[in-house]
């Protein structure tokens, strides 16, 4: 049996305050939630506060990207050892944003992807194809590109340190959610392609989330599916109520 994640990226949203107020109103609602791994990401800025406040809880503590070196002249990163010093236990790696905005590449992922796992923390590492890609029926073959490129190299041991999200880029802030049959068609293809390279035990144990307009309407839908293990969710997460019931799903 695989233990469901449930995540908000809270994406560039939210002061210290607030931040730690949000961790502070979600974690009676899901206190009493068991057998769901819940984690959130908040700005760099919050999370040794947002990790203060969420201590002895249930809830999880991500960051939303990190550098693949320990330390050095590079400036503006943040290495994967000190996101632990922070309290994390997660990083989100390889976000459609930050491949499309911030020149994030199937290499630089893999580099982090295995910085983060050096270092203790379990990496959420995301794929997925935009619609222009989806359109020309390349879906595959681009989910095929990411999964081999992002975690090349790594071993079926490591593996039990990585969560891979799929989230299609046309779904992600758009409202438009990929249908059951979309997301289960694409988290089973991931887990044939695991399977394929690290082994039939690796793809099995290995979570694999949906992201991309989860909200507390549509989350039993696509976790009724076989192959989804979880979400990874953005604007539903910013509010305790939304990201309690998306977490709380099951009932
Ligand atoms: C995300 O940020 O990873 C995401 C899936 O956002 P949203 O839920 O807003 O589509």
Same mark, same amino acid.
């Given at each position: 049996m695989r233990t469901p994640v449930i995540a908000g990226n809270w994406k560039l949203f939210k002061t210290i305050a607030e931040a730690t107020?949000?961790?502070?109103d979600l974690k009676p609602l899901v206190s009493g939630t068991a057998g769901v791994e819940i984690v959130v990401a908040p700005v760099f800025t919050a999370l040794s506060r947002v990790a203060e406040a969420s201590a002895g809880s249930n809830i999880r503590l991500a960051a939303q990207d990190c550098f693949w070196e320990e330390e050095g002249a590079f400036?503006?990163?943040?290495?994967? @050892? %000190? *996101?632990k010093d922070a309290g994390c236990s997660h990083v989100i790696i390889g976000h459609s944003e930050r491949r499309q905005y911030f020149g994030e590449t199937d290499e630089s992922v893999n580099k982090k992807v295995k910085?983060?796992?050096?270092?203790?923390l379990t990496a959420i590492v995301c794929v997925g194809e935009t619609l222009a890609e989806r359109e020309a029926d390349k879906t595959f073959a681009v989910i095929e590109t990411q999964v081999r490129g992002g975690l090349a190299d790594i071993t079926a041991e490591s593996l039990k340190q990585v969560v891979i999200a799929y989230e299609p880029v046309w779904a992600i802030g758009t409202g438009k959610t990929?249908?059951?049959?979309?997301?289960q068609e694409v988290h089973a293809f991931i887990?044939?392609?695991?399977? @394929? %390279? *690290?082994?039939?035990?690796?793809a099995d144990a290995v979570r694999i989330l949906y992201g991309g307009s989860v909200k507390p309407d549509n989350v039993k839908g696509l976790m009724a599916q076989a192959d989804i293990d979880g979400a990874l969710v953005g604007g539903a997460s910013l509010k305790a109520d939304s990201f309690a019931a998306i977490v709380n799903y099951a009932g």
């Open positions: 107020s949000l961790v502070n400036t503006g990163e943040v290495a994967p @050892k %000190l *996101l910085a983060a796992i050096g270092a203790g990929a249908s059951d049959a979309q997301a887990r044939c392609l695991v399977a @394929k %390279l *690290l082994g039939q035990p690796s």
